[in-house]
């Protein structure tokens, strides 16, 4: 029974489809740019968590030790890789410390620093994520703080809690921005169901007629919904595809500079895969709505 | 247990069960902006396996009644009850599910035209979800009963209006129903058509199922072994069994052109 039901949904709405006509074509276009939109976005967003770990790195914490000897030194490293929210804990020895002092400074300044007794160093990296928070970065350092051979730490958090906000920011409009395509999706399938309902409005009467099931009526009216949200999804991605071919390299260069080389890299497939479902999720509810609305209707 | 009525059938021609199959009982309906009511205290009683012929002028309420039967309106006062159920209690599914018990043919045929001949028939059977190959099996056997079996895959719209309305009373009687309901099934087709029509009525009604028609037709009105039940102002004004006594063919046909009978 279920095999004959569903064989005839496959019918019902192949018919359904095939009566689209052009507010099908229309639904099927809006779904396709609203999600590669909403896809667009999410790479851009995918792609700037990978700029902002490579900010991190830049803006690690330098803790400053006051031990005697490389034992003591390697024991204070350990204790701070074993720190949560520590990505990476490099030890650097007092003649390291130099040479990259007297790489930064340049003339006299460097000749200055020559002979000076520099304190063993650990270079903090903390890992950032969307979870990060200003207060949780003081607590790192204070942690670091707390640890025995410290003597003092110094970390430019400014630039972290920038990066922080940033990414939140771009969360937060991620979010806005998939809420509000989500929604002229649903609208923009929901009246392309609505006018396949208009068109179908007497072969719906004779179906009830003869017997038919509210379920009966709707399924294959969600079934090209699903397809028109599905199909928006896939062409959304093909487009996504082709801009990204095309524009990937021009990214990347503008990206990468100071920070090294920023690949522009695209989702993983799952979460492209999850945006086809998303469009086929996406076009049933909108046409649940129209249908639902109809048969409310009708009763 | 359900109530008795007399026999109409007499003649052991037809069979019929006495077990009512449809109750109304001081029923009316009035629509919204009418000037008066559609149906106005109505009591009928139809037995199973009983032909039933509903005539009376135009705007007399037989398409009320019928429309009543087949759950498309609800009774504004009364109660209707259909094979025992109170029709005003049903529920959505309630109502589906009792459609499809029952055949509706319509003057207008309602056929799906973009539908072959066959899908228009198997629309009656999908809708219950039965087998694709005892759909297939129940369709050719009605087609072939209805004289259509050469006409399978042709579209609905390239038939004649005698061959449309065959399909329709095939679409019908595909699902065995217990009550057939038509709505001048032969308005719309000449005497021969009108005439074939008939007969496959009273095949049906041979066979055992409760035939209720809603009719101008003086040929219909004519056939034997009905019960012909006149309705005039939304009032049910002679009620006639089969055999019995009946209004004169000239009485109907002054009802047909809206003269008191």
Same mark, same amino acid.
């Given at each position: 029974m279920m095999l004959a039901v569903s064989s005839s949904v496959l019918k019902h709405g192949l018919r359904s489809l095939r009566s689209g006509g052009l507010p099908l074509f229309f639904a099927v276009l809006m779904s396709a740019l609203g999600l590669f939109s909403m896809t667009a976005f999410g790479t851009l967003l995918w792609n700037f968590r990978t700029l902002a770990a490579a900010v991190s790195e830049s803006v690690s914490a330098v803790a400053f030790l006051d031990v005697d000897g490389a034992a003591a030194a390697e024991e204070a490293r350990a204790t701070m890789q074993l720190l949560p929210g520590v990505e990476r804990a490099t030890l650097m020895t007092p003649e390291e410390v130099l040479a990259r002092a007297r790489r930064g400074l340049r003339g006299g300044a460097a000749k200055d620093v020559a002979g000076l007794q520099m304190p063993w160093v650990v270079e903090v990296i903390p890992r950032v994520t969307l979870e990060d928070s200003a207060a949780a970065r003081t607590a790192l350092v204070t942690a670091i703080e707390g640890i025995a051979g410290v003597d003092e730490v110094a970390h430019p958090g400014g630039e972290l809690s920038r990066v922080d906000a940033l990414l939140r920011l771009m969360y937060g409009a991620g979010a806005f921005l998939a809420v509000l395509i989500a929604l002229v999706v649903v609208v923009v399938v929901s009246n392309a169901v609505r006018l396949m309902v208009l068109v179908r409005r007497d072969e719906i009467a004779i179906q009830k007629l003869v017997g038919a099931s509210d379920a009966f009526v709707a399924a294959p009216l969600m079934l090209s919904g699903i397809v028109q949200g599905t199909l928006g999804g896939v062409l959304g991605l093909v487009a996504l595809g082709i801009a990204h071919s095309s524009l990937a390299h021009v990214v990347s260069v503008a990206l990468s500079g100071a920070l090294g080389t920023i690949a522009f890299v695209p989702l993983p497939p799952l979460m492209l895969f999850l945006v086809v479902v998303a469009g086929g999720g996406l076009g049933a509810v909108g046409a649940a709505l129209s249908v639902w609305r109809h048969l409310r209707e009708g009763s | 247990m359900a109530p008795k009525v007399a026999n109409f059938f007499q003649d052991g021609a037809a069979p019929c069960d006495t077990a009512l199959v449809i109750e109304l009982f001081h029923v009316a309906k009035v629509y919204p902006d009418a000037e008066r009511s559609a149906l106005h205290d109505v009591n009928l009683s139809i037995a199973k396996g009983e032909f039933v012929v509903l005539a009376g002028p135009s705007g007399a309420g037989k398409s009320t009644l019928l429309r009543l039967l087949f759950c498309a309106e609800q009774a504004s006062s009364g109660q209707v009850h259909l094979m025992g159920k109170n029709l005003a209690r049903l529920t959505r599914s309630d109502v589906a599910r009792i459609r499809r018990t029952i055949g509706v043919v319509f003057q207008d045929f309602k /056929? /799906?035209?973009? /539908?072959t001949v066959f899908d228009n028939v198997a629309l009656a059977l999908e809708v219950q979800g039965r087998r694709r190959d005892d759909i297939t099996r129940r369709v050719l056997s009605v087609l072939k009963e209805v004289g259509l079996a050469h006409k399978t895959h042709q579209p609905a719209t390239a038939l004649s209006g005698g061959e449309q309305q065959r399909v329709a009373i095939a679409r019908a009687l595909v699902v065995e129903p217990a009550v057939l309901l038509c709505d001048e099934p032969t308005g719309n087709l000449d005497a021969e058509r009108a005439q074939e029509v008939l007969e496959l009525l009273m095949t049906a009604h041979v066979r055992g199922t409760t035939v209720i028609v809603a009719t101008h037709d003086p040929a219909l009105l004519a056939a034997g072994r009905r019960r012909v039940v006149v309705l005039e102002g939304g009032r049910v004004v002679h009620d006639a069994p089969a055999f019995g006594e009946l209004p004169s063919l000239r009485s109907l046909r002054d009802l047909r052109d809206g003269r008191a009978a």
């Open positions: - | /056929l /799906l035209p973009e /539908l």
